[in-house]
């Protein structure tokens, strides 16, 4: 079973600066999709960026140009590097594994199967 764990949430004012990773148990195949979600209370989970073999990225239009997903398949690890934080981007972000999945519009990681794997979470909260 592929597990997943976040780490780098935190505190930060508008126009502050955060770096989340996500490290996974094991080494995940190339035809894994990475992504981010993230989640607000009383709002639905809505995807924020994804990728695919380390190059093939998507993202959300609220992100984009603040935000770069990059992946260390050696390091089994996946980074969000997020600049320019809004009060908007408040929540708390997952990272999600998604086998035979694909990166679509939105930064979300597409599969038909379901058959998705997600971490625990980290909270980021953004004040102004």
């Known amino acids: 079973q592929v597990q997943l764990q976040e780490y780098g949430g935190g505190s930060v004012q508008a126009g502050e600066s955060l770096t989340l990773s996500c490290t996974t148990s094991?080494?995940?195949?190339?035809?894994?999709?990475l992504g981010w979600y993230r989640q607000t209370p009383g709002k639905e989970r809505e995807g924020v960026a994804a990728i695919e073999n380390d190059d093939f990225t998507t993202y959300a239009d609220s992100v984009k140009g603040r935000f770069t997903i990059s992946q260390d398949s050696a390091a089994n690890t996946l980074y969000l590097v997020m600049h320019g934080l809004k009060p908007e981007d408040n929540g708390t972000y997952y990272c999600l594994a998604v086998p035979g999945g694909s990166p679509t519009t939105g930064g979300r990681c597409y599969s038909p199967w379901g058959n998705d794997y997600w971490g625990q979470g980290t909270q980021v909260t953004v004040s102004s």
């Open positions: 094991g080494n995940l195949a190339s035809s894994y999709c």
